[in-house]
């Protein structure tokens, strides 16, 4: 079955990514949970195609998602196979290295060994010619940053990826590669991926600032805290399949989870105001800062996507909104 919508880029909103001409969706796909081997085909498939036909056209992959690693990969190459292929230069297709992927010294890191292999098994995989952005996926201190630089611009130079980015680096760690970059006029970062959403706001003073000082677009993953900023926790108890269902029933403290949750049950009074639910208003004030180029969203079910794609009709905070979610989650 091949998406057919015509009217799939009437409700979605487009964003610069940095300095460059790229354009991504404000709501992307990641198939960093749900791609995996033991969830059916045909959801993961009707998931991918529905999202596709709201207008989001990046979809986020890495080289160790599955499980087990590299499934996630092969999944999306099935669906491409499966009629999404025929939209291949419509789409933002991302994927990553550095987190370990196979046995042995060279499975991880930032080595030019592990970020040119790795990017081969992931074309295999998902049986594209190139990646639109392809990410170091962490920090990695035992190689040069220079020695990593140099390997994503050689992604480029071979044509196997149209953009480069970094995902969960420090802001130290992105101003060094940055500056390296800058020296030797290699390929420069156009995108910057990170953890951020209300209960995790320290970019909003560290990484956003600097991405947006060296021209790259921030990429917001995790926006949902794992679901804790979705209805999930908003019971007496957490909803049927929440992850942190099981870490609180093991913990010996569950104070700070408790905590966490409380600040979700006050920030969605603030939602239902606002005519939206907890994860809708999650999503737009991630998407509130000007250089977070796209929220990344994971999702388990079509109707995830279609809640999500909901954000778009009511984005704007008013300052006294603003004021409220910060007394609460500051």
């Given at each position: 079955m091949t998406p057919v919508l015509s009217s799939r880029y009437d409700g979605m909103r487009y964003r610069a990514c940095g300095h460059s001409g790229l354009?991504?969706?404000?709501?992307?796909?990641?198939?960093?949970?749900?791609?995996?081997?033991?969830?059916?085909?045909?959801?993961?498939?009707?998931?991918?195609?529905?999202?596709?036909?709201?207008?989001?056209?990046?979809?986020?992959?890495?080289?160790?998602?599955?499980?087990?690693?590299?499934?996630?990969?092969?999944?999306?190459?099935?669906i491409l196979q499966d009629g999404l292929g025929a939209h291949r230069?419509?789409?933002?297709?991302?994927?990553?290295?550095?987190?370990?992927?196979?046995?042995?010294p060279y499975g991880d890191g930032g080595s030019r060994k592990n970020i040119i292999t790795s990017c081969e098994h992931s074309l295999r995989r998902t049986g594209l010619d190139y990646f639109d952005i392809f990410?170091?996926?962490?920090?990695?201190?035992?190689?040069?940053?220079?020695?990593?630089?140099?390997?994503?611009?050689?992604?480029?130079?071979?044509?196997?990826?149209?953009?480069?980015?970094?995902?969960?680096?420090?802001?130290?760690?992105?101003?060094?590669a940055s500056r390296v970059i800058e020296a030797a006029g290699l390929t420069q970062f156009t995108s910057f991926m990170s953890r951020y959403n209300l209960l995790e706001r320290q970019d909003d003073a560290e990484k956003w600032p600097i991405a947006a000082a060296y021209g790259a677009g921030g990429v917001a993953f995790c926006p949902l805290a794992q679901g804790l900023l979705t209805h999930k926790y908003l019971g007496t108890s957490p909803a049927a399949g929440a992850r942190l269902a099981d870490e609180l029933s093991r913990a010996s403290d569950d104070a700070p989870i408790r905590k966490l949750i409380e600040r979700a049950r006050a920030l969605n009074e603030i939602a239902a105001l606002r005519g939206q639910t907890l994860a809708q208003m999650a999503l737009a004030w991630v998407l509130r800062s000007p250089v977070v180029s796209s929220a990344l969203i994971g999702a388990s079910s079509v109707a995830q996507v279609e809640e999500n794609i909901g954000t778009l009709n009511q984005l704007p905070f008013t300052p006294n909104e603003l004021a409220q979610i910060d007394a609460i989650t500051l």
């Open positions: 354009k991504l969706p404000l709501i992307s796909l990641g198939l960093w949970q749900n791609f995996g081997t033991g969830r059916p085909y045909e959801t993961q498939r009707a998931i991918v195609h529905r999202a596709f036909d709201l207008g989001i056209t990046h979809f986020d992959l890495a080289n160790n998602y599955g499980p087990p690693i590299g499934e996630a990969e092969r999944t999306f190459g099935k230069d419509e789409l933002v297709i991302s994927t990553k290295a550095g987190y370990r992927a196979w046995p042995g990410y170091h996926h962490r920090m990695d201190t035992d190689t040069p940053v220079a020695e990593t630089a140099a390997a994503l611009d050689q992604l480029v130079r071979q044509g196997k990826a149209l953009y480069i980015g970094v995902s969960s680096h420090s802001p130290a760690h992105f101003v060094s």
